[in-house]
């Protein structure tokens, strides 16, 4: 079974500035997925950004970006320019090609932007 | 705009109590999943269904049922609520396939056990 680790349970960071959230997954497969979704205090999730395993080419979507690393797997999310509308948990989580839709997600980053 | 909708923003039941949670989304996409979310532990998969009158099981099932009789509709059921299922319950739908645009998630009921 594929497990998903965040290691920083809470981090902050001042408005402006960027910050590195760091992901790090365990799976023997070579085809997968895996995404950074946000979850505001409106409680609804929303996806941030998604890496395709075959794609060297790091993600990015406008002031976040990605750093994924697939032989130490890992799949960092870096944020810039950072605004307090980012005030959020984040999530990472992985998808198995070969094993339907289900993710598995990590246990979460609660990131607060200070003005 | 495209929803997946929880039934209930917030729940209180007692112990004991058959509980129902209802998800409904208007995507017409095959998969839908019900995880909850605790702190640290992030989200976890209790079923999913790939289709209408299926169910597969997730992580952690045990105390928990599911029914799927459309396929705009998932229902989560806690057939004998207990403390220890007080949660966030996030209900998600996906299109078939490989489902690489993820997830669209519903807003989450907070469900309190006491």
């Known amino acids: 079974a594929q497990t998903v680790t965040q290691s920083q349970p809470e981090m902050s960071v001042q408005e402006a500035e960027t910050v590195t959230l760091s992901c790090t997954y365990d799976t023997s497969e070579s085809n997968y997925y895996l995404f950074w979704y946000k979850q505001p205090p409106s409680r609804q999730m929303i996806l941030v950004i998604r890496?395709?395993?075959?794609?060297?080419q790091n993600a990015t979507e406008n002031r976040f970006s990605v750093n994924f690393q697939k032989a130490a797997k890992s799949f960092s999310l870096k944020i810039s320019d950072s605004q307090l509308g980012d005030t959020a948990m984040y999530f990472c989580a992985f998808m198995d090609h070969n094993a339907g839709n289900m993710l598995t997600f990590g246990g979460g980053t609660r990131l607060m932007v200070k003005p | 705009d495209v929803k997946v909708t929880q039934s209930s923003r917030y729940l209180v039941k007692r112990t004991g109590e058959k509980v129902f949670l209802e998800c409904v989304q208007d995507m017409d996409h095959e998969n839908m999943f019900w995880y909850r979310q605790d702190p640290g532990l992030g989200l976890r998969l209790i079923y999913f269904s790939y289709d209408v009158k299926m169910k597969e099981k997730g992580d952690i099932p045990e105390g928990y049922s599911v029914s799927r009789e459309k396929k705009e509709r998932f229902s989560l059921i806690l057939e004998s609520a207990s403390t220890n299922q007080t949660s966030m319950y996030l209900c998600?739908?996906?299109?078939?396939?490989?489902?690489?645009?993820?997830?669209?998630f519903g807003s989450g009921t907070r469900l309190t056990v006491v």
């Open positions: 998600a739908s996906s299109l078939g396939g490989q489902g690489v645009d993820g997830y669209t």
């Open positions: 890496q395709e395993a075959y794609k060297q």
